[in-house]
């Protein structure tokens, strides 16, 4: 065996020797969706070392067809208890955050804190923790699996739900060299000293320089101050106006519509993110981070006692104080966030990518689709020999927002078990001959063109 090769297998071994023996996890771990090429997986034990991660954790990775070299990761990180954890388990399969990842030529990763129920989540939710650590060396051990190293030193573009949104904020603190943008769904670090407890984080000065997403329910203190939830808005609050007095490139977005589930706010964040990843988004490979550019920025007037209040403009035409406005990208995503601030029925004129490869294997239809980066995926329409005769699902469900064809969870994720690109045509009668072809229909409900016919 010649030397490159026995090099490429021994770092196969490494890498793959740490996933985890599923019968050794713990419910409710213990139970991952299987993957194949393009998901890998990595999975490490608990540390009983002081300053390292007090739990197991995994994490799943996607990687777009045809990247001969990614230029970055999108993380896609739950909150706390075992509910969201559980939930991060699918994030790497979501077909709409896929198609953020793939638009630039990055991976998605979705990281699993294996916490139990009544553990404190602080102890991954903070970086400092030993998550932070984890996190790099799960993204170097993913690199010699895929053959892609780089993957240890490319930028991150960060969501974070709850905790995530803790552990997305304090990863920009610790790692703004790192970090191009970071979206923060109804968590955030703790800036603000609790009774006789000092703060546990303090911003510098190159923080700053990242754009930040504060997002968050009104239910959760804006409007409702009476609800399970209603002490996210102070420390949302606080977080916002502190570094945004510092000239920190910080928004705030209030779905009028929730509480602490997510809702309809990723047809805001990646749109946002996307804005965000085409400006910072080195173009060479190994160099530092773009800024922002401040001519195409705008901005939204911010007013504590009416936090809800809908207004932007181009940021030369603002004449407040710094801390009383929300920093904006640019004029396109001004327009949606205004309008996600009122109803979050974001407008969407493009119709998505048609569905390909389609087989037909007897009287079972099987294909692929990239989601519509705007909208994503609803459902898929079935025609047979020109005439629709089906759609996938035929109800499509979402508690908690628009209706996906991967369903979604209180924390941005497809449901288990995952939805399969497959429809069985039990009318179909046997020596007839059908030609098929698939649509798609995105979340606004616009239809693709029909895909190429299969017989």
Not at 412 to 438: F, K, N, R
């Amino acid at each position: 065996m010649r030397i490159w090769q026995s090099l490429l297998l021994f770092c196969f071994l490494v890498a793959t020797s740490r996933i985890g023996n599923t019968a050794a996890q713990e419910a409710p771990y213990d139970q991952p969706p299987e993957i194949k090429p393009p998901l890998y997986r990595v999975r490490y034990e608990k540390s009983l070392e002081k300053g390292e991660l007090a739990f197991a954790a995994n994490f799943t990775l996607w990687i777009p067809d045809g990247v001969k070299r990614l230029r970055g990761v999108v993380v896609h990180q739950h909150g706390c208890g075992e509910g969201s954890c559980k939930s991060g388990q699918t994030g790497a399969m979501d077909l709409h955050w896929q198609a953020l990842a793939a638009k630039h030529d990055c991976a998605l990763l979705s990281p699993v804190y294996e916490q139990p129920e009544t553990a404190d989540c602080k102890l991954w939710c903070d970086p400092r923790n030993g998550s932070d650590k984890t996190f790099q060396q799960a993204l170097a051990d993913l690199g010699e699996l895929t053959g892609h190293p780089e993957l240890s030193s490319v930028p991150w573009a960060l969501w974070g739900h709850s905790g995530g949104g803790h552990w997305a904020g304090g990863m920009a603190i610790l790692h703004p060299d790192r970090v191009l943008a970071a979206w923060l769904r109804s968590g955030v670090p703790p800036l603000r000293a609790e009774g006789d407890k000092p703060a546990s984080w303090n911003l510098n000065e190159e923080v700053a320089q990242v754009p930040i997403m504060c997002n968050l329910g009104t239910k959760e203190g804006v409007t409702d101050k009476e609800g399970r939830f209603a002490r996210v808005w102070g420390g949302v609050e606080f977080f916002f106006t502190k570094l945004r007095s510092q000239g920190g490139l910080v928004s705030l977005s209030i779905d009028p519509l929730t509480s602490h589930e997510c809702g309809n706010q990723r047809y805001l964040a990646i749109p946002w993110l996307d804005a965000c990843m085409e400006q910072r988004l080195p173009k060479e490979p190994g160099s530092a981070l773009r800024s922002m550019p401040s001519d195409q920025a705008w901005v939204a007037r911010f007013d504590a006692t009416n936090p809800t209040r809908v207004e932007a403009m181009p940021a030369s035409k603002f004449d407040g104080e710094l801390q009383d406005s929300s920093w904006l990208p640019n004029e396109r995503i001004a327009t949606q966030w205004m309008q996600y601030m009122v109803d979050t029925l974001i407008e969407d004129k493009t119709p998505p990518p048609a569905p390909m490869n389609v087989k037909v294997i007897g009287n079972r239809i099987e294909w692929d689709c990239q989601a519509d980066l705007e909208s994503g995926v609803s459902q898929f329409v079935i025609v047979r020999n020109g005439k629709a005769i089906a759609r996938v699902p035929e109800m499509p469900k979402n508690p908690f927002g628009r209706p996906l064809f991967q369903g979604n969870s209180y924390s941005d994720t497809p449901v288990q078990p995952l939805a399969m690109m497959v429809y069985v045509d039990e009318s179909a009668l046997l020596g007839e001959e059908y030609h098929y072809q698939v649509v798609a229909i995105n979340t606004s409900g616009l239809r693709s063109p029909r895909s190429e016919v299969a017989k």
